[in-house]
């Protein structure tokens, strides 16, 4: 079993360095490892949960030290990434260019709606989540990036299940499905608190069982991810995620399968 979305201590909301995650997966016999901590971003934008500019080098020698230190276990070089146009020469030109990294994860953390930049967690009014399915759309289409990680996070603020969730999802997965681009179900939302719909029902904010369901039937591939934040959970959740694709046959993919 491999990992390939891992957070570090530098993106202030996580624990352990590159050294940790490498030594729990020689333990628990992976042969791929993923270091994907948030990326520093040129303008230093959002910097509350992700490591600055300045901490870039650092992070990049401490997977190299950990790659010389463990020549068993093959370490990929990656970052998880929000997208906006100006950033793209960033990306292109000094993360994917000058320092040879090996994957761009997408993700989005934080979305434009009429003027505004807001978090996930505010797509809570059908206008927002219209504005939250178009900035996914377009993340997808950048062809920047390797997979999207939880392309369902909107569940995080849109707490009920309808017509307005359903058209959401329609949009990421047809965007997706152009472009073959796999997404993430995610280990990290099966172990966040559950949070309470309009009828008072528990569900969890994400995976949401609805999304994989309209997924199921398309040509969209899975990649089943723990979203660690601390190195006991390099894998957790991932059987479980597992377990949710096949719920609903959808394939799961490992991308840097050899």
Not at 34 to 61: C, F, K, N, Q, V
Not at 84 to 101: C, D
Request: aromatic content about 10%; overall charge negative.
């Amino acid at each position: 079993m491999n990992n390939y979305h891992t957070h570090t201590k530098r993106c202030q909301h996580a624990e352990g360095s590159v050294m940790d995650y490498a030594l729990q997966a020689k333990k628990e016999k992976s042969s791929v490892l993923g270091m994907s901590d948030h990326t520093p971003l040129p303008d230093g934008r959002w910097p509350h949960m992700r490591m600055a500019l300045s901490e870039l080098e650092e992070y990049i020698a401490e997977i190299e030290a950990a790659a010389e230190a463990l020549p068993e276990l093959r370490i990929l070089k990656g970052v998880e990434c929000e997208w906006s146009p100006e950033y793209i020469g960033f990306y292109q030109e000094e993360l994917l260019g000058k320092h040879s990294f090996d994957y761009l994860i997408g993700a989005v953390h934080w979305f434009p709606h009429h003027g505004e930049w807001l978090y996930i967690g505010d797509a809570d009014t059908p206008p927002r989540l219209v504005s939250y399915a178009r900035h996914m759309a377009k993340t997808i289409e950048s062809g920047l990036f390797t997979f999207i990680a939880h392309p369902d996070g909107f569940g995080l603020g849109y707490n009920q299940w309808d017509e307005n969730a359903r058209a959401c999802s329609l949009d990421i997965i047809a965007s997706a499905e152009a472009c073959a681009l796999p997404l993430e179900i995610n280990g990290y939302g099966l172990r966040k608190k559950k949070v309470t719909s309009p009828t008072g029902a528990l569900r969890r904010p994400y995976p949401l069982d609805e999304f994989w369901q309209l997924a199921s039937g398309t040509k969209i591939q899975a990649v089943c991810n723990s979203d660690a934040h601390k190195p006991s959970d390099l894998f957790s959740s991932v059987d479980q995620a597992r377990a949710l694709a096949e719920e609903f046959s959808v394939p799961v993919i490992d991308p840097f399968e050899r």
